[in-house]
């Protein structure tokens, strides 16, 4: 079979396993990104990841991770979901953690995408990632022509906009590779305008995220710094507001993954229950979720620091 075939085949595969989008690109050395990344770093905008210091030369070059790869597959998968919380006064959880912790869910569609790529065209050497790698996938994404990276740094596509996952397959098989898709941003600068810590570059696409509400809500041990206060806007875990005011996202539809429909009790729960959560209500809340990486204490932290803005 041929190249073009089998990136036919993989294609409508994807599709058919409910992956939003897919493309492909070549894997080389990413030489343009990797001047990004090291003066981003050296800019401290990084905070407290450390990891993300961590195998530079694996962030920036595939045949690193995956020895004779040839093709990197990209693909995306929805999350959106319009729900809101029932108590407008409650503390917020970003969309993308309503379900169950997305790695799992995602990983499993790829799983099956790389058993249908081994059975009908040929067993590969390749591994699959669900942002738990040094992998640069936003700028695979952009590189296989999913979309283009926003001014809030996002992967955004004029089609649905930016509620999706990104995953990818590093592989050594030959494929047809895409080509990246132009920015629409324009001179939009809703994002920029929107955050209300001042997390993204006046000019846009730079992110500073050591000031980015989700890094303050996930990444950080740490107290929350009290410079701060009163610019949290209600988040308790991650933030959708670049997301939000984004033009592009009234084209956003909902998913159909059940794994992602939150469970009851979350949507339903008061700004009191909030602020008297306790571990065996966290645990049963959070159960497979993504939430749970803050661990209970992070997220009392988070409930605690805005009941005091």
Known sequence: MSSSLHTRLIKEKAKELGFL???ISQAEYMEPEARRLESWLNAGHHGEMHYMANHFDKRVDPTQLVP???SVISLSYNYHNPDKQSDPDAPKISQYAYGQDYHHVVKDHLRALVEY???EIRPIEGRVFVDSAPVLERDWARRSGLGW???HTLLLTKQVGSYFFLAEIISDLELDYDQPTADHCGECTRCIDACPTDAISPSGYIMDGSRCISYLTIELKE???SEFKDQMEGWMFGCDICQEVCPWNRFATRHSEPAFEPKEKLLQMSQREWTE????VFSRVFSKSAVKRTKYKGLKRN????QNE
């Open 149 to 151: 990276i926003g001014k």
């Open 21 to 23: 989008s897919i493309g």
């Open 68 to 70: 004779g790869a040839r």
């Open 277 to 280: 959560l306790t571990q065996e």
């Open 223 to 225: 107290a929350i710094p």
């Open 303 to 306: 409930i605690d620091f805005l």
């Open 117 to 119: 790529i081994e059975e």
